[in-house]
């Protein structure tokens, strides 16, 4: 592949290195295809600075030019579509179709949420007073994207901060910072210096960010575990926060389904992006009466996918991310296959180069197992069997998360009905991941804090500022 590629930060709209990098591999073939900078403290600081020397100047921008900015970025997405969808299978591994949807998804979320109205100002009056209610941006965002879908989670963040008035520092993850870094490069003359600081670094950046005093809120993206760590670290200063977390989102497959239509859906709903995706499909219930025809149609589906390497025509799914989820997973499959359970398709991990995991079905595992209670975040899924409505309700909501899930039925009342008994921030009834920038998405119980996308998600941007004035006094007969 010749010498690995160079990479430079982007703070107050000029490009800055590091003294240390950090080796980006490819995770079909494990080699070094990139060196992105490493962040020291003092350039975190650097960049803290810039995005509050450029705050006042961007919140008094009126919001009509902020979207035609937001908007502009997204125009320069779609220009670079190619070249950023070339990084993001280099770095991420997922083929080359998938991340050219991913880059337009991020171009269309850019459009999309420079349209949306929010309540900027909200009057009320009486004859004694006049209150407005404005909605003032909160200042510096701290951005953290994971790296399952690097660019339009980058562009969640992005989008909604920078609409609000907000300027922002954002990180990319170790394991996926060439697209993002790619992206601060082509917005330099695009947005004012300042406004927009990408910077790129190792795990240890995470809670330099998380307890900066110079950031006014934190958006993340990623684990339980983790998210909870940024929760802690941000307290000193009292940041606001948008933790959008694990997930271990149920499907209910009911016995009167139409099994043949809706496994294909089913099938994507839990293997998409190998399975690395927060509101993926993780358990997998189906009624009794539909069950061996459901795992039937699942297990021919895993049969005819094809797995490899991102930029070979024809693969539809890739490689695990990183080494360090690729081990996990494995550790994942022996203990369920030391439990003595089944497996309907996979359960056999290839020799060789590249963290290439197959597409696993379990087949009714215990629901005190690991794969059933733990977020796998890779291509393994249980098939689990239930009797009646009462019991597969109890069991779905049966999980610290509460991010998404879905319930599957012809009946669709009785499919709503179901639905609208989970616990969960996020529900679909015979449809399953029709995200949309107009529609909000929070997590229930340790699937986050907050809100991402629609209007609610814009106001998480801002704080309110109500200006109660007193109004004159008026004598009578005056003016």
Not at 122 to 130: C, D, G, W
Not at 403 to 422: E, F, M, Q
Request: charged content about 20%; aromatic content about 6%.
């Amino acid at each position: 592949m010749g010498n690995p590629i160079e990479f430079s930060m982007t703070i107050d709209g000029k490009a800055v290195d590091a003294s240390r990098r950090i080796e980006v591999l490819d995770p079909a073939t494990e080699q070094v295809v990139a060196r992105a900078p490493d962040a020291a403290p003092r350039q975190l600081d650097e960049a803290v600075a810039s995005a509050r020397r450029a705050a006042p100047a961007w919140a008094g921008l009126p919001l009509e030019e902020r979207r035609k900015l937001i908007a502009r970025v997204g125009e320069v997405i779609v220009s670079n579509q190619e070249t950023l969808a070339q990084l993001l299978t280099r770095e991420q591994g997922k083929p080359l179709a998938a991340a050219r949807q991913e880059v337009m998804a991020a171009a269309f979320w850019c459009t999309a949420t420079a349209g949306l109205d929010f309540p900027a100002d909200v009057s009320t009056e009486s004859p004694e007073e006049l209150v407005r209610v404005l909605r003032v941006p909160l200042g510096v965002v701290g951005g953290i994207v994971p790296w399952n879908f690097p660019l339009v989670l980058a562009i969640w963040k992005i989008a909604p901060a920078l609409l609000t008035g907000n300027t922002m520092v954002l990180k990319p993850s170790p394991f996926t910072p060439l697209a993002t870094l790619k992206l601060g490069e082509l917005l330099r003359d695009v947005l004012p210096p300042g406004v927009l600081n990408v910077i790129s670094g190792s795990d240890a950046l995470g809670p330099l960010m998380s307890e900066h005093p110079g950031i006014d809120k934190i958006s993340f993206t990623g684990s339980t575990q983790t998210g909870r760590a940024v929760m802690a670290s941000a307290a000193g200063n009292l940041k606001r926060l948008t933790l959008e977390l694990g997930g271990n989102d149920a499907a209910i497959v009911m016995a009167d389904a139409d099994i043949d239509a809706i496994a294909p859906l089913i099938f994507w709903g839990a293997f998409a992006n190998s399975a690395q995706y927060c509101l993926a499909i993780k358990r997998l219930y189906i009624h009794e009466d539909v069950y061996d025809r459901m795992a039937q149609a699942l297990a021919r589906l895993a049969r005819e996918t094809r797995l490899g390497a991102g930029n070979v025509e024809g693969v539809q799914l890739g490689p695990v991310q990183n080494r360090r989820q690729f081990e996990r997973l494995k550790r994942l499959l022996e203990d369920t296959r030391n439990q003595g359970c089944r497996f309907l398709a996979g359960g056999e991990v290839p020799e060789g180069k590249g963290y290439f995991f197959p597409i696993t079905l379990v087949d009714n595992p215990p629901d005190t197992a690991r794969v059933v209670r733990e977020e796998p975040f890779g291509p393994i899924l249980p098939l689990l069997s239930f009797r009646d409505e009462e019991e597969v309700i109890a069991r779905a909501n049966d999980s610290e998360y509460g991010l998404g899930g879905s319930v599957w039925g012809s009946d669709h009342a009785a499919a709503t009905r179901v639905a609208l008994r989970l616990n969960t921030g996020t529900v679909w009834v015979n449809q399953i991941h029709t995200l949309k920038p107009s529609k909000p998405m929070a997590g229930h119980k340790q699937s986050g804090i907050g809100i991402e996308n629609g209007v609610d998600g814009l106001l998480e941007y801002t704080v309110p500022r109500t200006v109660s004035v007193k109004r004159p006094h008026r004598t009578q007969g005056g003016s």
